[in-house]
């Protein structure tokens, strides 16, 4: 634990592929599959498949422009059925990607005083009851935007992504009257290069290639938390 006085040692969390196994659109194809209409969901399921590719290709040049896109495929939805659906996602569709090792790392860290933050560009609705599970401190990530209940398909700005993050990480930090040098980083993406290079310790957790690569250059600790099966 940190002493009195003394300013806390952060640790920020990426989640999607650092924690666990699934995407923001495997969580937004849970949502379009559970709406009360039939042919809601055949619309929005439809829908998602058929603007798949748009997303990888997105996704391969920009993080933030992938987020504006996806979330946009909310407009419409009910606040309060989307709340709901969060916490039922936990159960039927998160717990089980969530990666052993990741939730040892976690209670390492905590046990080593860290103040653990959950740092993601997904959505509260869905990360909120992960959070709570997992005895993160914080949770700083996106929100939909709602107009008398329904989502716009907007979020709160700024949108988490990218640069943002690395953003995120000194407003934490000095809210906690720490230096990110002092604080810790993990992450899988080469999209969350910012965030890994604003923390004096980064760790490339289950990298993709272009990250590995970037970790090896630069000799930051390459782990792997997908070695260990899940429960």
Not at 87 to 108: G, H, K, N, V, W
């Amino acid at each position: 634990m940190t002493e009195p006085g003394q300013p806390a040692r952060l640790a920020f969390y990426d989640f999607d592929g650092t924690l666990a196994s699934g995407t923001i659109v495997h969580r937004y194809a849970y949502v379009a599959g559970r709406q009360a209409s039939p042919l809601d969901c055949l619309w929005r399921q439809a829908g998602l498949l058929l603007k798949l590719p748009l997303f990888v290709g997105v996704n391969r040049y920009s993080r933030r422009r992938f987020n504006e896109i996806l979330f946009r495929e909310y407009r419409g939805l009910d606040e309060r059925v989307l709340v709901q659906l969060g916490r039922r996602m936990l159960d039927e569709q998160i717990r089980s990607t969530i990666y052993p090792a990741a939730r040892a790392a976690l209670a390492a860290d905590r046990a080593a005083g860290y103040r653990l933050v959950l740092l993601s560009g997904e959505l509260d609705l869905a990360l909120r009851p992960v959070a709570e599970e997992l005895g993160f401190d914080d949770l700083v990530c996106n929100q939909l935007v709602f107009r008398n209940g329904v989502a716009s398909g907007e979020v709160v700005a700024p949108l988490l992504a990218e640069r943002e993050k690395a953003a995120a990480v000194r407003r934490i930090c000095h809210a906690y009257g720490a230096t990110p040098a002092m604080a810790r980083a993990y992450s899988d993406s080469l999209s969350d290069l910012p965030m890994l290079e604003e923390v004096g310790q980064p760790f490339a957790v289950n990298p993709e290639g272009r990250l590995r690569r970037v970790a090896r250059a630069r000799g930051w600790p390459i782990v792997d938390w997908r070695e260990i099966g899940h429960d």
